[in-house]
Structures are given as structure tokens and as C-alpha cells.
């Protein structure tokens, strides 16, 4: 019994798929009942590293879609339209379907699972967070037993390039990401990569698995890196931290009813420990780490992007439905890869938030700003671990505080009142610490 595959774009994934289907040598057995039978691209005249029969390509996507004789269908072309529309067509018609399209998962992805699930098919979306690394069935699965406490990655590989060289180097943000761009590592509108908008749509498929519900992406809280500069680097390293752009979702872990619960939902940049497990994570690679009773912590590291290992991960998705079409005489649910939830996650505001932070402030070299600083903090909880002044540039003096654990909106009340004074000039800089 061998099944057919429509393959929609043929681009970096969509080739590095194509390869790994088209060469079974030494790979699993069921790899060679997978057939490539069309394959749906923009230009068919365009040249590409890959020999594929010319009567299997076409630019009719739809057609591809809706086609009888093809029983999975894999979106690599991204984006929202038409991959959205053309899984709800493929769903539509009884087709299995297999996405890296991180993007329209977070966004539509009721949608999609209440329309796959009403049609008995199954929608796997493995390659579309952390590429290679297998991380959504261990959620799914392996996980599934444990009680979540909190899922924190790194999953963003242009971003922790970017900081990985600020770091390294000494450089700043700008000079780094047009680099970074030259060297293909980001895209020439970085968007999506720095401001966080990755990461966003990524945390909220991996807390919707880890707990249990639906995700509204406008709930998530995020930030980007274009704010962290070459100090704040520097002044990290001083203080034994690294930073890093993190993607956090995490439940209050005593309370054991998660419908009733509140996930914080948040992707930033953040002070790491150089202890932490994630610190040491550099470059383009991407991890996972899952905390949660009674596994403990669990991570997943690798390559978070790239043609061999999204297409990896695409492939095994393909296969994980060919296994069980190959032993069921009728359509299943399978309860594992099926997508079941039905409420939407509540979402903690910003403002009740406990963390520690670091900020930076520039002030006029006078006696006792520091004291000053204390003396507002003071007044709204805030708790200070330590206070550095820097030295003097341009007469301004450069002082950074690091907090203890305290309440978000005490913080932002207390800098407000803050900025207010006359000898603070500005305050460049504020960043939370893990």
C-alpha cells in the first residue's frame, strides 16, 4: 500500500522534503511507500537543485488540494493566504495534512483543528516550531503525563545569532543584524525575526500542547531585541548573565485545575544566568526547555531552522500518518495526534507579573541620586539586589540596578515616578531577569 503526496512549494523546506522522499536508502522502510505524485509551485520554468519529473508540476495549487488520488497534503509555501485557504480545502476534501506554517497554526488554528476533526484527518505541524528538533509529539506524547509548570525557549535563530555576535563582539544591534543579512542569516525585512513576531507565533503553539488549551495570540505579550544595546550586553556579562530573546509560557504550579488557571504568556528579551541551562545556547540554534511534575526538566536543543532539518521533521510527520492509515481499515482519531482542546487559556496581565528586572539610567552627577533611586523604589515594594554606578560620560553619570523578585506594575509605577526627576536625563534601558 503505497500513499500519495501533494507537496505545495518546493522552496528551501519544500527541495530538502522532496530529497529526503526521493532517496530511501538507509532511512526507514515506510519512507519508500511515500510518492511525490504532484508538486505545486509558483514557476515552473525556475531552476532548482533538484531533478523532478516536469509532468508533476504545476501551478495549480488547488487542483493539488482537492486532487482524489493524493492522500496527504504538505503546505510549505507559508505565509497566511493561500496556505490557510488551501488546508481548509485539503481538510475539506479528506486530505491528511502536514504544515511547518507556524504562522497560520497560532492564528487559525481552531479553525483548522475543528475542521480536521469533524472530517476524521490529522493536521501535524512538527516542523513548525524549533525545525529539527522534535519537540511538538514529546509535548503531544511522551509529556503528556506530566503536570506542566513552564515551557522557556530559545526559538528564534536570527534573533540569538544576533545577540550571540553583540555578545562575542561587542557590537552593536544595527551593525550585527545588516551583517546577519549579508550573510542570509535574516531576512532583508527582519520584522517578524527582531521584533518577536517568531517567537510570538511559535510560544503559542508549545503552550497550547503544553497546556492543554486554545491560545489567543493577542494575549502574548512581546517584545523585541532592537532595544538591547552593546552596554547592556556588557553590563550583563559583568553581572554573570547573558542575554537572551525568550519565549515564556508558564502556570502558577500549584494550581492543579488548568481550566481555572492563568498562563503567563510573553516573549522578550531577558537577563539569563550564566548558570541557566539556556545561556550556553549561541548562534542559530534553538532549545527548549520544559520544566513540569514529576519529569522535571527536560530540554530539547538543535537547529531551530534550515532545509535538512525542517524537512526532517516534515518527513516524520508525513510518516507518523502513513503508520497509522497502514493499520486502520476506517478513519480514527487517534487521541495523541489529534488536536482536542476546546477552551481558551486565561492569560495573566503584565501588571501582576513577579520577576526581577535590570535598568539602566542616565542621571546629572550629583550627590545622592542613588539615594534617591532607593527611596522611590522604596515606596512601591521594589527591592533592590544591587546598584552599580558606572562612571561618569558626557557628565552624566550611568547607574544599574538590578531588583529582587517583585510585582510588575509596583516596577512601572515606581520608574514612572522616576523619570519625573530632575536629575534623571533618560533611562535607556529596562530589561526583566530570569
Known sequence: MGFKIGLLGLGTVGIGTAKILLSPEGRHPLIQELEIHRVGVRDISKTRDINLPSDILTTDLEAIATDPQIDIIVELIGGLEPARSLMLKAIA?????????????????????????????????????????????????????????????????????????????????????????????????????????????????????????????????CEGIRQVTAADIAYADRLDFVIKLLAIAKCDPNNTNPTTDELQLRVHPTLVPKTHPLASINDVYNAILVEGEPIGQVMFFGPGAGSGP???????????????????????????????????????????????????????????????????????DVSLESVVQTGVHDRLAEIVVVTHDVKEGNFRQALEEIQSLDVIDSIPSVLRVL
Do not use: W
Open 310 to 380: 525542517t524537512a526532517s521533521a516534515v518527513v516524520s510527520d508525513i510518516m507518523s500518518i502513513a503508520a497509522i492509515l497502514k493499520t486502520e481499515t476506517e478513519p480514527i482519531a487517534h487521541p495523541l495526534l489529534s488536536c482536542t482542546h476546546q477552551h481558551y487559556c486565561e492569560t495573566a496581565s503584565m501588571a501582576e507579573l513577579v520577576t526581577r528586572f535590570y535598568a539602566r539610567f542616565l542621571t546629572k552627577d550629583h550627590p545622592g541620586v542613588i539615594g534617591k533611586l532607593g527611596t522611590f523604589f522604596g515606596s512601591h
Open 93 to 221: 476534501h479528506g486530505k491528511h495534512v502536514v504544515t511547518a506554517n507556524k504562522a497560520v497554526i497560532s492564528r487559525y488554528g481552531p479553525e483548522i483543528f475543528e475542521a480536521a476533526n469533524e472530517k476524521g484527518v490529522y493536521v501535524m505541524l512538527e516542523a513548525a516550531v524549533g525545525g529539527g528538533i522534535p519537540v511538538i509529539q514529546p509535548l503531544k506524547e511522551s509529556l503528556g503525563v506530566s503536570r506542566i509548570h513552564s515551557v522557556i525557549g530559545i526559538i528564534n535563530g536570527t534573533t540569538n545569532y544576533i545577540l550571540t555576535r553583540m555578545q562575542k563582539e561587542g557590537a552593536d544591534f544595527a551593525d550585527v543584524l545588516a551583517d546577519a543579512q549579508n550573510l542570509g542569516y535574516a531576512e532583508a525585512d527582519p520584522t517578524a525575526d527582531v521584533d518577536g513576531l517568531d517567537a510570538k507565533d511559535k510560544i503559542a503553539i508549545l503552550a497550547s500542547l503544553a497546556f492543554g488549551g486554545l491560545i489567543k495570540l493577542e494575549d502574548i505579550h
